[in-house]
């Protein structure tokens, strides 16, 4: 299928260390801050969500941070592998709106073996 | 279990031409979104449904663009007299009242290509 990340920055990673995907917001009036992880032509998957009022929570090999002070999310994955590999879009949501999302620019992750 | 499926997963118009695309979501899921994704960019929101009420279609681009949901399940997204910046993938998601609106379950997405 058609790549979505043609043009977006690139994480490459090893086979089985740690990555690091990077996300700056806006939006200080968002409760809920998610991950999208998307592969070539599928539409996003959800990974993980964070509140706003929380500032870490772990799921299965994934962590995701939120620093409010410097409006920063991330997301770490842990020994990744070759199936992590696909475009990661972080996402919010406002506190004001019945569920639209805000995506941010994609990121695509690369795992090298 | 079945997720959410959408139709066609390709569509070619010439210009001018009038399109539908439809989206059945994941049974029970009572919030539906539909999203336009241009090439290379994250998901761009056009319109929410809670049931059949669309409470959301801040971000339809034009008048040309419509959705609907009857009877509150299956939707349909049309685009009338179709221009080529309307070029994209059209995703639909849907969410449960249980784990939030915020978590969205997408569909495969439609590949509108106008020439």
């Known amino acids: 299928g058609e790549s979505v990340g043609l043009h977006l920055p690139t994480l490459s990673v090893q086979e089985g260390d740690n990555s690091i995907i990077n996300c700056a917001y806006s939006?200080?009036?968002?409760?809920?801050f998610i991950w999208y992880k998307q592969e070539s032509g599928k539409g996003p998957q959800f990974i993980i969500d964070?509140?706003?009022?929380?500032d870490k929570r772990q799921g299965q090999r994934v962590t995701v941070l939120l620093n409010k002070t410097v409006k920063h999310l991330s997301l770490q994955i842990a020994a990744t592998q070759p199936g992590d590999s696909a475009v990661y879009f972080c996402?919010?949501?406002?506190?004001?709106?019945?569920?639209?999302?805000?995506f941010g620019a994609g990121t695509q992750v690369v795992v090298t073996p | 279990g079945a997720g959410v499926s959408q139709s066609p997963r390709y569509k070619v118009a010439k210009r001018g031409q009038d399109v539908a695309l439809r989206c059945d979501p994941i049974?029970?899921?009572?919030?539906l979104f539909w999203y336009q994704q241009a090439l290379g960019q994250g998901p761009e929101f056009l319109t929410y449904?809670?049931?059949?009420?669309?409470?959301?279609k801040s971000g339809l681009p034009s008048d040309r663009f419509f959705a609907e949901r009857p009877e509150g399940s299956v939707s349909t997204l049309k685009i009338q007299r179709t221009q080529q910046e309307d070029s994209a993938v059209y995703l639909c998601?849907?969410?449960?009242?249980?784990?939030?609106?915020?978590?969205?379950?997408f569909g495969p997405g439609t590949r509108l290509t106008v020439t």
């Open positions: 939006n200080s009036a968002s409760d809920y």
């Open positions: 049974s029970g899921h009572v919030s």
């Open positions: 996402a919010e949501k406002r506190i004001d709106s019945w569920g639209k999302l805000q």
């Open positions: 964070i509140r706003s009022n929380m």
């Open positions: 449904f809670q049931n059949e009420a669309q409470l959301d």
């Open positions: 998601a849907s969410s449960s009242k249980r784990t939030g609106v915020h978590e969205q379950y």
